[in-house]
Nanobody
Framework: QVQLVESGGGLVQPGGSLRLSCAAS????????MSWYRQAPGKERELVAH????????RYVDSVKGRFTISRDNYKNTVYLQMNSLKPEDTAVYFC??????????????WGQGTQVTVSS
């Protein structure tokens, strides 16, 4: 069965960095696009970043462009989200998701359990 297990969340001061990891299993990882979403308290879930199955194309929500980088290792079946210059408004639960195909246009079909990121002094 498909499993997506996030790690790397925690408490960090404004301006700091974290790297989230998502270990995937139960499917042919290299064939599917992956995305990171986040949900802050009282807010709707928000798409943060996409990466295609090959890793050659990436997209970001405007609020994280230049600060966050999504990447993947198709040998380790892992997708990453490097988060730099963190701001208090980045505080949220971050979810790793699998898409139903290799591109951004495929719907999300599996979600991880989420990892909490808190940016506070």
């Amino acid at each position: 069965q498909v499993q997506l297990v996030e790690s790397g969340g925690g408490l960090v001061q404004p301006g700091g960095s974290l790297r989230l990891s998502c270990a995937a299993s139960g499917f042919t990882f290299s064939s599917y696009a992956m995305s990171w979403y986040r949900q802050a308290p009282g807010k709707e879930r928000e798409l943060v970043a996409h990466i295609t199955s090959t890793g050659l194309s990436k997209r970001y929500v405007d609020s994280v462009k230049g600060r966050f980088t999504i990447s993947r290792d198709n040998y380790k079946n892992t997708v990453y989200l490097q988060m730099n210059s963190l701001k208090p408004e980045d505080t949220a639960v971050y979810f790793c998701t699998k898409r139903g195909g290799g591109s951004y246009y495929d719907d999300v079909d599996y979600w991880g359990q989420g990892t909490q990121v808190t940016v506070s002094s």
